[in-house]
């Protein structure tokens, strides 16, 4: 079957609009028509050549995706033509140790590691073999997928705010619910607004959080922040100092979304006696943490996390609901919409930092 797909054919280059083959479902798969998909950070990294989960190109990018599904394979169960469905990150096996106990975002089942470096080769162009970012490659008309990876969703659920629950909402939100547990209460800090930190603010509204603190380098961010729920805003400098005069003695919880080296750091020195920082944005490969040992002496923890943590049958329908609730704004994260004709400047988009996130709409 041919479809197209914007096609990253050398690192730092432009996507190009290339018509490939795209292979039918086999056994436990499901072939999705996409409908709509979000432009992630990560999709920017892998052009980069930083992705530590990115082939070498030619590859199709995008991963943060919902869909319709078109047809399934031998064995499939779960899902049949015609689901309205978001395409989940991972699929967890449902069979290995950390299935077992709960902790699906670490699947180590067999099919897991091959899915995350690309999936199998269910993409020709130019009569070559092409990898799929995350298994996915949703930049594209169709994608094949483990039926796994298929999460049902409400024939009404729009798809351009549906799509967003894969990756940046599902990230935030679980930060804040999955890995931290913030409880009601509770003073929170999130250094950086982007897509990934909007929705740390939301979870931490959701969690019933008294006090957040929302911190960024540009302004517009932290107008945006406002409207999603944060009730301080800084422009960011000496976070310690800023946010200590704010809250008496530093949060309860911080989350650092930006990624960039240095920042964890301060946040971490924001944070209370006793208080917990999670890194949600993914820094640079082999690039220390560092920390003043001093303050993590102080009962202070540092964790990580990995798409929130989540546990996607459970976590995304749980989402979808509180947005069709009009408990969680997915609309005012979408700043534009924009053709598949269009991906390249969608990219510079996110570069710029004026978008909270692009949907590219099929």
């Not at 946040?267 to 993914?282: D, E, I, K, L, N």
Request: with cysteine; aromatic share 4%.
């Amino acid at each position: 079957m041919l479809m197209r797909a914007a096609v990253l054919t050398r690192f730092h280059a432009p996507m190009e609009i290339r018509e490939v083959e795209i292979a039918d479902p086999g056994p436990g798969e499901a072939r999705v028509r996409i409908m709509a998909s979000g432009v992630c950070g990560s999709d920017l990294k892998a052009i980069d050549g930083k992705s530590p989960v990115a082939s070498r190109p030619p590859f199709i990018l995008g991963h943060e995706s919902a869909g319709v599904v078109e047809s399934v394979g031998t064995g499939v169960t779960t899902v049949k033509p015609g689901d309205h469905v978001i395409i989940a990150m991972n699929g967890p096996c449902g069979r290995c140790r950390p299935c077992g106990a709960g902790r699906f975002h670490l699947c180590s089942g067999p099919a897991r590691l091959p899915t995350i470096m690309g999936g199998p080769p269910r993409v020709i162009l130019d009569g070559q073999e092409t990898r799929r970012f995350i298994g996915i490659g949703s930049f594209a008309e169709y994608t094949v997928v483990s039926e796994s990876m298929c999460v049902r969703i409400a024939a009404d659920a729009p798809f351009a705010a549906m799509c967003l629950l894969a990756c940046g909402v599902v990230t935030g939100v679980g930060a804040v619910t999955n890995v931290a547990k913030v409880p009601p209460g509770a003073t929170v800090l999130v250094v950086g607004c982007g897509g990934v930190g909007l929705n740390v603010i939301q979870g931490a509204v959701l969690a019933g959080a008294t006090t957040i603190v929302a911190a960024d380098t540009a302004e517009p961010k932290l107008k945006l922040a406002e409207r999603f729920g944060a009730t301080h805003t800084l422009l960011a400098a000496d976070l310690p100092r800023q946010v200590g005069e704010l809250v008496k003695g530093g949060v309860d919880y911080a989350f650092d979304a930006t990624g960039a080296p240095g920042v964890l750091s301060r946040a971490f020195a924001a944070t209370r006696p006793g208080g917990t920082t999670v890194m949600v944005g993914s820094p640079p490969q082999g690039r220390p943490a560092e920390v003043d040992t001093g303050l993590l002496f102080a009962s202070r923890r540092l964790m990580g996390t990995q798409g929130g943590d989540a546990a996607p049958h459970r976590d995304l329908p749980m989402l979808a609901a509180q947005y069709l609730r009009g408990r969680l704004d997915l609309d005012g994260l979408i700043t534009e919409r924009l053709p598949l004709d269009q991906i390249n400047e969608a990219v510079n988009h996110v570069r710029q930092g004026t978008v909270a996130r692009t949907v590219i709409t099929f």
